[in-house]
């Protein structure tokens, strides 16, 4: 593997310490910090030393800072958690062991709070109830969360905020609705009506408890839920009143020391070469790679609506440069797989996996548009969708569940680390093993550029080559950005083993390691250690023994975010926002099971024998996220669609710039938050993907100011092309043509019957855009135009222009099997259109040809 840099030399430093007996003077102050966790104490200090690479043994030179010890900091309510939780610990115990229903049953009818709750109840509506449903509600009750099934509570809290008009128009309403038109009289409210929408509701509760205790079994289910998200609750009280307090897994709670150190990474910028040599390896593996997709989330940042029908969207669905982000996704793969072809003559379609949630029907919303767009080319059966269950919300004052009306929970999806426990429980493994699979590529659909040029095939590349077990792509962290850090992990084992791995500290995560999420400066902790981006390289072996483990390891990075409010409706319409959160998995958390361990400690190079590894990039090529809606009048383009945006036309402009195109720079965001991008350009990702092929389509002539380019074919020739005004090339067939197989889906045959264009010495003027039209949408490409040429490609069509000047407003549709070439003439230019020679008719009458040359790709025009 090739020599790595190391970019920092900061590390922090957790130590145990034993249990003490005394408390914090109240107004004690320190420069360290010490927490308990089962019944654990660790106290935390950073300190400055020299990086991993150059560590001494002696630790005469660290300077440690000694500090009263703390037991416990006091909670923000009544509510007594260390008593609540060993509480539920012990029924879970009880519970454990038990895999017959009735011993079970047996089991919490015994508890207090179920006695109690069953004794008193008044309703019989739980009559209808299998066992084992009985046995959910049940275990809800023994949590605590009773509530969740009385009326009473909300109905009092849902009057104190009627007002009388609201009261009578109410009261107005019902009448109304129980009128009896033919005879003029008020019936009676139908209880029977009314029991019905309650047993409705207590079956979709049913239904989500089941998935719930199914999902988190490996904790406990339901009880161990709570317990967790207690404990999590207790350490973030511990944080809220300075102390630092991290929730350690279980197999890092046996370590003794502790440290994470900035990560050594391969910089795919510095070492070029093996860049390049690592993305073929990338394309050459194709055969062995899946995909994964983590579409669960509910991405309320992002606050999509349907304009016609009011309904809210998942992220997926997002009209992103003219298609939805899933598009954008599916169409960088292909253009992998395009990649692959024109280099191996061989048909490669890769299975993709995607997991979604029922969150503002996400999974009927991706899978509705899978079938509209027909599987994409691929096929159904290369398609895995699976749906993560919806968790609990739950009060940051006491873990209590937020309710929305009776029988209705507050929930929203687990995180995106559920991935690796639902890919097992749901087949995905053995998805991917059908189509013999080795490893996958992870990225999430907010992130537009991160198949960029050559990052993950890089990363792909030298995870296969290398039987790495995960990898993470990685770049420059931005300052206030809500994303993580990756670092590198040592921890001395109880056994006396030392054991290495990169891994992930979550921003949510900061302040339990005494990291400020401020402002970046140049000698804050943050700059010390890359952003975690979550695109990702994994073993699907290896991670499948970790989704199958049983066990809190295949729910990794646990945490309870309660820094944003929940916001919710209840069942009346009124609005609530709480402070809160719901127990989350991390999916990149899952390299704390992926540690080397060493029987000594490891002074220099231990990175390049880790099964994890890092690659790193200049930021715009691995990261920029379409995440949250950009507000009204605010100057921030970070993490929005505009901004996103913004960085996809940087790239265009390091891309073409190479390439002998004249064109203008681009400034830094606040320059363009009020008049939108200098200019637009759209590069189908076929194109390359990598940059070294695309740069050999492109040479030549320039783009001015107020221009737009949109190239949507792969075999494409721009030479000495001078674009003043918008330029617009579509091809029905980018890649090739869709064929009907044996069980009668349609399928992208690469190569075959593409269209193409080729634009030697032309100059193309026309005024474009209308910049100043209050209707554009830029990141959206939903523009105004006052003229364009436009070149349109059905089927195999070829489109040729040569030595012309294209003045104002075109449109040049070339039929299916037609070859249509415009060159200058008296009167400005003229078009030949002819028929396309019947053996040129699948392959064309020109194509670029690829040959890999050491550990680059050159290519060839062969024209027939």
């Not at 279980?250 to 994470?260: D, K, T």
């Not at 579409?295 to 029908?309: C, E, F, I, M, N």
Request: charge should be negative.
């Amino acid at each position: 593997m090739a020599s790595t840099s190391s970019l920092h030399n900061t590390h922090l430093l957790f130590i145990p310490q034993p249990k003490p007996s005394s408390f914090f003077p109240k107004n004690t102050h320190t420069s360290t910090y010490s927490y308990t966790y089962n019944n654990n104490i660790f106290a935390s200090s950073f300190i400055t030393k020299p990086s991993l690479t150059s560590l001494s043994s002696s630790s005469s030179h660290i300077s440690r800072v000694s500090t009263a010890p703390v037991e416990h900091a006091p909670s923000p309510s009544d509510f007594n958690f260390h008593k609540e939780i060993a509480q539920l610990k012990t029924l879970r115990s009880c519970l454990s062991n038990l895999t017959n229903l009735n011993e079970k049953v047996k089991v919490i009818d015994r508890d207090d709070r179920v006695k109690s709750f069953f004794r008193t109840l008044s309703t019989t509506v739980f009559g209808v109830l299998e066992e084992a449903e009985l046995y959910l509600i049940k275990c809800v009750v023994a949590a605590g969360q009773e509530h969740l099934l009385k009326s009473d509570e909300f109905e009092f809290e849902f009057e104190s905020k009627r007002s009388s008009l609201k009261t009578a128009l109410y009261g107005l309403a019902e009448m109304i609705e129980n009128w009896d038109t033919n005879k003029g009289i008020v019936k009676s409210v139908d209880v029977e009506r009314i029991d019905d929408e309650e047993i409705k509701a207590l079956r979709l509760l049913v239904k989500n408890l089941g998935e719930v205790e199914q999902f988190y079994d490996c904790i406990g289910g339901i009880i161990g839920y709570q317990i967790m998200v207690l404990e999590l609750l207790v350490q973030s009280t511990y944080v809220e009143q300075g102390l630092s307090f991290t929730h350690m897994k279980s197999n890092l709670m046996e370590s003794q020391v502790i440290e994470i150190h900035p990560p050594n990474v391969l910089d795919l910028c510095e070492d070029t070469e093996y860049a390049f040599q690592a993305a073929l390896w990338g394309i050459e593996g194709l055969p062995d790679l899946g995909e994964i997709y983590p579409l669960g989330g509910s991405a309320d940042r992002l606050g999509l609506v349907d304009p016609v029908t009011g309904e809210c969207l998942p992220a997926a669905m997002l009209p992103y440069c003219g298609r939805t982000l899933l598009e954008g996704l599916i169409r960088d793969l292909q253009a992998r797989e395009f990649l692959y072809f024109k280099l191996y003559a061989k048909q490669c379609v890769s299975p993709v996996a995607i997991m979604t949630s029922s969150a503002k029907n996400n999974h009927k919303h991706i899978t509705s548009l899978c079938e509209k767009m027909r599987w994409f080319g691929r096929g159904r059966s290369r398609f895995k969708l699976f749906e993560q269950p919806l968790v609990p919300a739950v009060s940051a004052e006491d873990g209590q569940w937020l309710v929305a009306g009776k029988f209705f929970p507050v929930c929203r999806p687990g995180g995106h680390g559920a991935i690796w426990k639902l890919a097992h429980d749901k087949g995905v493994f053995q998805h991917f093993r059908d189509y013999g699979r080795k490893g996958a590529t992870v990225r999430q659909v907010s992130n537009v550029v991160a198949a960029t040029d050559l990052t993950i095939l890089a990363l792909a590349g030298i995870g296969l080559r290398h039987n790495k077990k995960l990898g993470f792509a990685s770049c420059e962290r931005n300052s206030g950005a809500t994303e993580g850090i990756n670092v590198l992990l040592e921890k001395k084992n109880r056994d006396g083993m030392w054991a290495y791995g990169f891994s992930c500290i979550e921003y949510t995560e900061f302040d339990k390691f005494g990291i400020s999420n401020g402002p970046l400066s140049k000698h804050s902790l943050q700059a010390e250690f890359p952003a975690n981006t979550n695109i990702l390289y994994v073993d699907l072996h290896s991670a499948e023994l970790i989704g199958s483990s049983n066990n809190e390891t295949s729910l990794p990075g646990m945490v309870l975010n309660v820094k944003k409010p929940i916001t919710y409706m209840d069942q009346c319409g009124i609005h609530h926002r709480v402070s809160g959160g719901r127990l989350e998995c991390t999916m990149q958390n899952i390299a704390d099971s992926f540690v080397n361990t060493y029987p000594s400690r490891c002074y220099k190079g231990v990175e390049d024998l880790l099964d994890t590894f890092i690659v790193y990039n200049d930021r715009r090529k691995v990261t920029s996220s379409a995440k949250k809606k950009r507000k009204h009048a605010d100057k921030s383009l970070h993490q929005t669609p505009d901004g996103s945006l913004l960085d996809i036309i940087r790239n265009s402009y390091d891309l073409l710039s190479r390439c002998d195109i004249k064109i203008p720079e681009i400034g830094g965001n606040d320059k363009y938050a009020d008049s939108g991008p200098p200019y637009l350009i759209f590069l189908h990702p076929a194109l390359g993907p990598l940059w070294e092929v695309t740069r050999q389509k492109f040479s030549g002539g320039s783009i001015t100011k107020g221009s737009e380019l949109q190239i949507e074919v792969a075999e494409f020739l721009w030479k000495d092309v001078q674009l003043d005004g918008s330029l617009i090339v579509i091809a029905e067939n980018v890649m090739g043509s869709t064929i009907i197989d044996q069980d009668g889906e349609s399928i992208l045959q690469y190569g075959h019957r593409c269209g193409r264009c080729k634009l030697e010495n032309v100059k193309i003027v026309n005024d474009g855009i209308d910049w100043n039209s209050s209707d554009n949408i830029y990141w959206k490409h939903e523009v105004q135009r006052f003229e364009v040429v436009k070149v349109i490609l059905h089927g195999n069509a070829e489109f040729e222009a040569v030595d012309v000047i294209l003045q104002g407003n075109h449109t040049f549709d070339v039929p299916s099997g037609y070859s249509m070439k415009v060159s200058s003439a008296n009167s400005g230019f003229a078009v030949h259109l002819k028929p396309i020679k019947k053996d040129f008719m699948d392959s064309g009458s020109w194509y670029w040809k690829y040959h890999i040359k050491g550990s680059h790709v050159q290519l060839e025009m062969v024209e027939r």
